[in-house]
């Protein structure tokens, strides 16, 4: 079967009209309760909270991701240390989530935040979280309807595995790793070169790092795109079966959509959750040259 992005032929994503048809088509009556999350942030922006109250896909609960899908920040840590079970816990109750819900996450650009939310509910062993292929953007273009205002859900039941079920590396894990596998850089060209640093104390990337941005998993449509396309990026970057891969970026948000990607192409990978953030506050090398061939 053909690959369509959004379709039952990729089980990580659902796209826009099978979601509408899901929740007011023929489906709506028989398909598992559906958990919308809206996972708007962005770097040094704070108004996605605003953004969502002004409008929202009806039903979709506001995630905060720095206090929600991420514990306090510390130099030690990082900008975006993992929530503790406890913290995580305490969210998928507000967020209304019972045992058996269908989650689906999106955001307000191509689901590189929203991508966190997926990556920290099915490592704490949620089994059916999804993203939205096209995020908001997408339900917008196809003219669906959106609300405003606050959605307050009655406190839900799921309970959470509190293993890891998907890898995630320490710093000396990521240090070793370019020896013997591969590390993706998540961020853009720029801030791996060295010639871009918004907010850590320095510049540059993890020495043997790959340069892999983000950005470059979906199309100008912030769609993903196909799984053989996907592979072959991968595989282009010097990803092989069974290598050891992981992937960061400044503080393990994007790094997430990073090891989404990976994963939509066939590729098992580690995040490493403190990512620059974490490095940066070290001593460890940086460099600032692309990788040698």
Known sequence: MAYTPGSAASPLLIGVDELADAMFGSRSAVAA???????????????????????????????????????P????????????????????????IDAGDRVIAYDGDSNLCAARAWWVLTNAGLPRVQLLDGALPAWRAAGLPLESGQVAPVPGTATLDATNRLAVIAIERAAALPAHGVLLDARSTERYLGLSEPIDPRAGHIPGAVSAP??????????????????QRFENLGVREGAPTAAYCGSGVTAAHEVFALRLAGFDAALYAGSWSQWSQTTRPAATQPLAN
């Open 33 to 71: 309760p559906i958990r919308l999350l809206d996972v708007r942030w962005s770097l040094g922006d704070a108004t996605g909270r605003d953004d969502y109250l002004t409008a929202h896909i009806p039903g979709a609960v506001y995630v905060d991701l720095d206090t929600e899908l991420a514990d």
């Open 73 to 96: 920040p510390s130099p030690a840590a990082g900008r975006h240390p993992l929530p503790s079970h406890e913290r995580l816990a305490a969210a998928v109750r507000r967020w209304g």
């Open 214 to 231: 983000t950005g470059e998993n979906v199309d100008d449509d912030g769609r993903f795109l196909p799984p053989d396309v996907l592979r």
